[in-house]
């Protein structure tokens, strides 16, 4: 059997940009709320069981009629493992259920379509100079030194110096 090669290497930008199909405005906004109303709908689902599991372990703590109200309830470590992996398995759902809400939320509020998007704004975004110019670096450099100065650590050295060490 031939495996696919784990990380395939991103395209960078001197490379041929993918051809992406051009979405209409309502069919990008169609495709948005897409992910958000399914993460709306698996969110109401999840806390629909939720409750149900809850409401069903409160009914079975409840005495039965004819059993005496002194007597404590025992319940194994089998029985406590049980509900454990269930609360497990209900928190899981509900916090997937959840992240895919916020997925489509951000998806429609960042006006994103794809992952393809996202990548592209992101790298902007990171590729983007600075607004600091030289000045302030020095200032900021000098009022460190400063403090440095004043909890008593050394400042005379500079970094080369110390790995020769």
């Not at 930008?13 to 990008?28: G, W």
């Given at each position: ?29 169609l495709k948005q709320l897409t992910l958000l109303f399914a993460g709306a709908g698996f969110m109401a689902a999840s806390v ?43 928190a899981t759902l509900n916090v997937m259920s959840f992240g895919i809400l916020l997925t489509g939320g951000l998806s429609y ?57």
């Amino acid at each position: 059997m031939a495996y696919a090669p784990a990380m395939s290497p991103i395209p960078g930008p001197s490379s041929s940009p993918q051809t992406t199909p051009t979405l209409s405005p309502s069919q990008r906004k169609l495709k948005q709320l897409t992910l958000l109303f399914a993460g709306a709908g698996f969110m109401a689902a999840s806390v629909a069981v939720t409750r149900r599991a809850v409401i069903r372990r409160q009914v079975e703590s409840f005495p039965r009629f004819y059993s005496s109200n002194r007597a404590s309830i025992h319940i194994d470590s089998g029985e406590r493992s049980l509900m454990a992996v269930q609360a497990l398995g209900l928190a899981t759902l509900n916090v997937m259920s959840f992240g895919i809400l916020l997925t489509g939320g951000l998806s429609y509020s960042f006006d994103l379509c794809n992952l393809g998007e996202l990548r592209a704004r992101t790298q902007a975004a990171l590729r983007r100079p600075g607004n600091f110019s030289d000045e302030d670096e020095k200032e900021m450099e000098k009022m460190m030194g400063s403090i440095l100065d004043k909890l008593g650590m050394r400042t005379d050295e500079k970094p080369d110096e110390s790995e020769k060490k």
